[in-house]
């Protein structure tokens, strides 16, 4: 008996790295896996590839049950036709990892409004147009489900040179909490991921030690945490991930002050700093 016995998933971004193992471990877990991959480039620009389909292949070879699926993530309709592929193959769909994306980092002044927008397309518009259609699905019919969108520490803490990809985790941070909201009382719990591993996403950025650690099975046992039963009840959470630790990412808000029914002033503010602002932590440690 699987964690995922009867349960059916579609996970974007799966033709390798993260997306795969995530693909590979809920399918021995029991899962039917819609395995989708645009394919191309790690910003984009090249052509796809029948990467999706290699991924469905060792599913298979080891006793699964998965088909490909090559639509571009970001394309309005491309929620239906994973649905629709799904429903075709399996007759259901009870968990939508939306994990697909791209890279195009430059500092903020040298950034093109292309660059810009071909990154939000993808992640922010993405998990729009994918998960709009199988959220509803899965709320109409009764039976309950999991979505994880990934999201990122640059999206809620910042990295430099990566504005366009920070302010579309952080979109996906914020859509991810409204669905939480509103698919608690249909059973549609909602989680967000902020992954850090070595992938083509990351290749050049992380020395050979992290590499090491950081491969991506070492994050998808915490993926199958949160898609199965052992989190019940639990939505609307974040857990950052990578190869040597998973935490919980949260806001946190201050004492706070306010001078009675007086209104404050400047000197006022500033005299109240420490009611006001978190104590400094230093950096937050995602290794």
């Not at 409004?113 to 729009?128: I, K, S």
């Not at 579309?168 to 914020?174: C, D, T, Y």
């Not at 099975?217 to 974040?238: H, Q």
């Amino acid at each position: 008996m699987g964690m995922l016995d009867g349960k059916v998933a579609i996970i974007t971004g799966a033709g390798g790295g993260l997306g795969r193992e995530y693909a590979l471990l809920l399918a021995r877990e029991g899962a039917k896996i819609v395995v989708n991959d645009f394919g191309g480039s790690s910003d984009g620009k090249s052509e796809g590839s029948p990467a999706s389909q290699q991924v469905v292949e060792e599913i298979r070879a080891a006793g699964g049950d998965a088909i490909a699926n090559g639509v571009d993530v970001a394309q309005a309709d491309s929620g239906s036709i994973l649905l629709d592929a799904a429903l075709a193959a399996f007759g259901r769909v009870d968990i939508l990892i939306n994990n697909a994306g791209i890279l195009r980092d430059k500092s903020f002044a040298k950034l093109s409004a292309e660059d810009w927008a071909a990154v939000v397309r993808v992640h922010l518009g993405g998990t729009f147009a994918v998960t709009q259609p199988i959220f509803t699905w899965i709320k109409d019919n009764g039976a309950g489900g999991v979505i994880v969108n990934t999201t990122s520490s640059s999206g809620l803490l910042g990295n430099f040179g990566q504005a366009n990809y920070a302010a579309a985790k952080a979109g996906i941070w914020g859509l991810s909490h409204v669905l939480a909201i509103e698919g608690a009382k249909f059973g549609v719990r909602v989680w967000c991921v902020a992954p850090t591993a070595a992938t083509r996403l990351t290749e050049g950025l992380l020395p050979d030690e992290l590499k090491a650690k950081w491969k991506p099975e070492r994050l998808a046992p915490a993926i199958l945490y949160m898609v199965s039963d052992a989190s019940k009840p639990l939505t609307g959470k974040t857990l950052s991930v990578s190869g040597s630790k998973i935490q919980e990412l949260k806001i946190v808000a201050g004492p706070g002050y306010w001078p009675g029914d007086a209104m404050p002033t400047v000197a006022d503010i500033a005299a109240n700093h420490d009611s006001i602002f978190l104590p400094e932590s230093g950096p937050i440690g995602f290794i």
